[in-house]
C-alpha cells in the first residue's frame, strides 16, 4: 500500500487548490502550487494561504523536499519563494519554461538581469524525468496545450493535472495563451488518460460549474474519460480543436494575468526594487 499523503489547501479567491503530498514514511512532502494573496485594487501582497500551509507541515512534523509548479500560473501570484524561505525545499517546473519567459518577458519589458533560461528555479524537470519524495516514487509528465511548459506530476496512485484538466463536468483548460495549442492539449490529455484507470486526479482549480454546490478537486482517470464534458472517450481530436477553439474566442483574460506572470516566471521572485526602493509590475496597454 502506498504511503501518500494529500493534504488540499483551497483559495477561493483564485479558485486555487494548492496540495501537500508526503511519504507517510519519511514525513519528505512536497507542495504543489502554492498561493501567495494578492489584492489587485491595493497592490499588496500577504501570505495567509501559505501561512495555512506552513502551519499543516509544522503540524505534521514534515520536512519540505519540492516546491513544484504545474506551469507558469495567469490565476494566482505564487508563493514558492516565501515557502522555501520558510522552510527550504527546491523550486521545480518544467525545463520549457524558458519557451514561456522568452514570450512575457518582453511583453512585461522585464528587466535586462532577466534571463529566459530558467535558471531563477531551483530544479527544471525534463519530460518523464523520475524523482522521488521520500520513498514515494515520481514522474514528471510533459503535458504541454495550455502552456509549453505544463507538467502532470505522477506520484504513486495520484497525479496533479495543473490546468490541464478541470473536473469533469467543468472541462479542460484554455489553449489561446502565447504558446498554447488545443491539438497538443488533447494528446497530453491522452496520456494522462493512459495512466491507470484508478489514479487520483488532482485539479489546480474549480470555478463550481452549474448545477453544483460544492467546489470539488479530486477525480480519478476513470472518470475523467467517462465524464470530461470537452475529452471523454470517444471525442476525436479534430472535435476537441474546434469546440477549444471556439470557446477560447469568448473568454476574457485572467483577472490576475498581469501580477501573476511577471512574479511566476521569476519562480515567485518579486520584481526588482527601483532606484527608490519600491518593486513595481508593469501593465502593456493594449497588448494583452
Not at 483564485?14 to 504543489?32: E, G, P, Q, R
Not at 475529452?231 to 473568454?251: A, C, P, Q, T, Y
Request: contains cysteine; charged residues 25%.
Amino acid at each position: 500500500m502506498s504511503s501518500l499523503k494529500v493534504e488540499a489547501f483551497f483559495d477561493e479567491a483564485t479558485n486555487t487548490i494548492s496540495y501537500v503530498a508526503y511519504d507517510t514514511a519519511t514525513h519528505v512532502a512536497a507542495v504543489i502550487d502554492p498561493v501567495l494573496d494578492y489584492d489587485a485594487a491595493s497592490g499588496r501582497t500577504s501570505r495567509k494561504s501559505a501561512g495555512k500551509i506552513i502551519a499543516y507541515i509544522h503540524a505534521q512534523g514534515l520536512q519540505l523536499d519540492w516546491i513544484l509548479e504545474t506551469h507558469v500560473h495567469a490565476d494566482h501570484v505564487s508563493a514558492a519563494q516565501y515557502l522555501k524561505t520558510q522552510l527550504g525545499g527546491r523550486i521545480a517546473i518544467c525545463a520549457e519554461v524558458n519557451k514561456v519567459q522568452k514570450v512575457f518577458g518582453p511583453i512585461f519589458d522585464a528587466e535586462p538581469a532577466f534571463t529566459a533560461d530558467g535558471k531563477q528555479f531551483d530544479h527544471l524537470f525534463k519530460p518523464d524525468e523520475e524523482f522521488k519524495i521520500g520513498n514515494l516514487q515520481a514522474k514528471a509528465i510533459h503535458t504541454p496545450g495550455h502552456t509549453p511548459a505544463c507538467m502532470t506530476y505522477h506520484i504513486e496512485d495520484a497525479a496533479f493535472v495543473g490546468d490541464t484538466l478541470f473536473m469533469p463536468d467543468y472541462g479542460t483548460a484554455r489553449c489561446d495563451f502565447p504558446g498554447g495549442d488545443a491539438a497538443i492539449l488533447y494528446s497530453s490529455i491522452q496520456r494522462i488518460f493512459s495512466l491507470p484507470t484508478e489514479t487520483r486526479l488532482f485539479m489546480c482549480h474549480d470555478y463550481k460549474a452549474e448545477n453544483r454546490d460544492e467546489y470539488a478537486w479530486e477525480s480519478t482517470v476513470e472518470q475523467q474519460k467517462a465524464h470530461n464534458i470537452h475529452v471523454h472517450s470517444g471525442i476525436s481530436k479534430e472535435k476537441f480543436v474546434e469546440m477549444r477553439r471556439n470557446r477560447d474566442k469568448g473568454l476574457s483574460m485572467p483577472a490576475l494575468i498581469i501580477p501573476s506572470v511577471q512574479i511566476n516566471m521569476r519562480a515567485g521572485h518579486l520584481p526588482p526594487k527601483a532606484e527608490n526602493g519600491t518593486r513595481y509590475l508593469k501593465i502593456p496597454l493594449d497588448l494583452l
